[in-house]
């Protein structure tokens, strides 16, 4: 289907996120050209790929830190190629970084409460016109992320400075931060990375619960025996294209992945 019919056909109503004609360049340099990628809801989606074959790449044009040069995003049925990362994230499109984002000198629990102010003239004006009303928010943002941190394990931590913690519960408070507005997709990018065997398989464990309580998860992930094992369904990044959608079955098996990853793909 050519990148025309793509822009002329009616969204897709059933997908959490799609992409139509998506590309962005660097100059000279495509990072990302793909046709059509459809993510499904209430499911886990793996994106992996070699090293440049453009995963973060995507990821930043899905949530908006990148506008890409051509092409559409769609959420929920609803074109947000124009939108803001706040606002998409205000929407329910949030996401977890590569490497951590922590506010080192804070809390744990003031990382936490963070995510949930309010932003720009809207949460100025509630402050100011209805201070009780800012603090029943307040108690409930704390009551939220106590339970969250239980969930993770990171009671203990609460009062620490987040830099006191270690890489993986770093990882899990991003997780739980990321959580504190609900979002309806929660990308997460390379969320097991550099942790250690305990911390990854509670990450596994909790990313699954995520998706049979209703939510979408779009992960980054290069551990293909960890994909297997958590995803249900595949996309394949190779060189910024989409070689192979599917299942974790079928993608191990298709011949371009085999190739991209053992037959010298994108460095």
Do not use: C
């Not at 793909?34 to 440049?52: E, H, M």
């Not at 080192?104 to 936490?112: G, I």
């Not at 003239?121 to 029943?136: D, E, N, Q, T």
């Not at 098996?253 to 053992?262: F, H, N, R, S």
């Amino acid at each position: 289907m050519s990148s025309s019919d793509l822009r002329g056909e009616a969204p897709d109503r059933t997908a959490a996120i799609e992409l139509r004609a998506v590309r962005k360049t660097f100059g000279g340099f495509v990072a990302v050209d793909v046709d059509k990628v459809r993510v499904s809801p209430r499911r886990a989606t793996a994106l992996i790929g070699p090293n440049g074959a453009g995963k973060t790449t995507l990821f930043d044009i899905v949530t908006g830190f990148v506008p890409p040069s051509a092409g559409t995003v769609i959420f929920e049925g609803d074109d947000v190629t124009a939108h803001s990362p706040q606002w998409r994230a205000a929407h329910g499109l949030v996401r977890t970084f590569q490497l951590t984002r922590t506010f080192e000198r804070l809390s744990v629990l003031d990382n936490m409460l963070v995510g949930s102010m309010p932003a720009g003239r809207h949460g100025l004006l509630r402050s100011a016109l209805a201070p009780w009303a800012m603090r029943k928010d307040e108690k409930i943002a704390r009551e939220r992320a106590h339970d969250l941190l239980a969930r993770v394990g990171l009671t203990h931590v609460v009062d620490l400075a987040a830099g006191a913690l270690s890489g993986g519960q770093k990882k899990l408070l991003e997780l739980s931060r990321a959580l504190m507005g609900d979002p309806k997709v929660l990308m997460l990018d390379e969320p097991m990375a550099g942790v250690n065997p305990a911390i990854r398989e509670l990450m596994m464990k909790h990313i699954r619960e995520l998706v049979d309580s209703g939510r979408t998860v779009l992960f980054v992930e290069h551990d293909l025996p960890r994909v297997m094992q958590l995803a249900d369904d595949v996309i394949v990044l190779d060189r910024g294209a989409v070689i192979a959608q599917g299942s974790p079955e079928m993608i191990t098996e298709d011949p371009a992945v085999i190739k991209a990853y053992l037959g010298g793909g994108a460095a």
